[in-house]
């Protein structure tokens, strides 16, 4: 009995704790997700990528998304603020830059951020510019391919790295352990796809992960090249089939 009661009183403050968190928008901390685009391009992903309508984005991690947290749930359904572009002007390159989208068809990337801020950024306790400014100013605190880089860890095709030599650098360099996720290249080998950091509630600083994210890789992994010439112009590939209707 003692111990029945005991499980039922932890089991209600759970409860209470992650209803209280939803009904305050409340949340525990971010998780800032950044993308190889390498990866996401990986030759056996049936659309491929394509250049985004607004020019080159950076061959570089990109952003995908900063994400509040409940213990190991994403917080969402807090009440839709719109989402407007003008706010983001004053960062518009860079958010072409960082955080575009290399989906096929070509496109500006601001259906992503769209769905990313009313998904997401509204449970955030941050106003839109502040939300986009705070993960791009995360994306270049982190700095993460230079990193990688200064330590001998470089993008190519033939390199195989050491999951935990990537995980030490990443470490040192941010203060903080980070999740790296894989995914598998056309021939079954795992490639870093993912690195999860979590960060506090300013979304400021990064911080030791209060829950286990799950994330996995083997302990040898592959870092593919990322290079503007593996996104298609979707426009130009339209023309030949257009033409060959016409005819
Ligand atoms: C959501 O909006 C409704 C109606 O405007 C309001 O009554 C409610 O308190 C809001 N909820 C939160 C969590 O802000
Ligand atoms: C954001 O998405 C919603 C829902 O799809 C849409 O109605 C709205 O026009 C979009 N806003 C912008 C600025 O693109
Ligand atoms: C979070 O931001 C507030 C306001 O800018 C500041 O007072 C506080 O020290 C910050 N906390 C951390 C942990 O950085």
Redesign the pocket.
């Known amino acids: 009995m003692a111990v029945r009661s005991i499980s039922a009183s932890v089991f209600i403050a759970a409860l209470l704790f992650c209803s209280l968190a939803l009904a305050d928008k409340d949340f525990q901390y971010f998780r800032f997700i950044l993308t190889w685009p390498g990866s996401y391009c990986r030759e056996d992903c049936r659309d491929g990528c394509c250049m985004p309508t607004t020019g080159d984005p950076a061959e570089d991690f990109f952003v995908k998304g900063l994400y509040p947290y409940c213990e190991n749930k994403p917080v969402k359904g807090c009440n839709v603020t ?4 003008n706010p983001l002007g004053s960062m518009i390159s860079e958010l072409y830059e960082y955080w575009p989208s290399i989906d096929c068809p070509s496109n500006n990337g ?2 992503d951020w ?2 990313t801020w ?1 998904t997401y950024g509204v449970c955030s306790g941050l106003d839109e510019k502040t939300y986009f400014r705070r993960a791009l100013d995360l994306r270049n605190k982190i700095n993460l391919l230079s990193l990688l880089k200064k330590n001998g860890i470089v993008p190519s095709y033939r390199g195989v790295y050491d999951l935990r030599t990537i995980q030490n650098v990443i470490a040192k360099g941010t203060g903080a352990t980070v999740a790296i996720d894989c995914n598998k290249n056309k021939w079954g080998r795992s490639q870093i796809s993912e690195i999860n950091v979590c960060v506090d509630k300013n979304a400021t600083n990064i911080i030791k992960c209060p829950f286990n994210v799950k994330c996995w890789c083997p302990p040898r992994v592959r870092f593919p090249p990322f290079t503007l010439d593996m996104l298609e112009d979707s426009s130009t590939e339209l023309n030949p089939i257009m033409m060959a209707v016409s005819e």
């Open positions: 719109k989402f407007y572009v601001v259906k769209n769905s009313t």
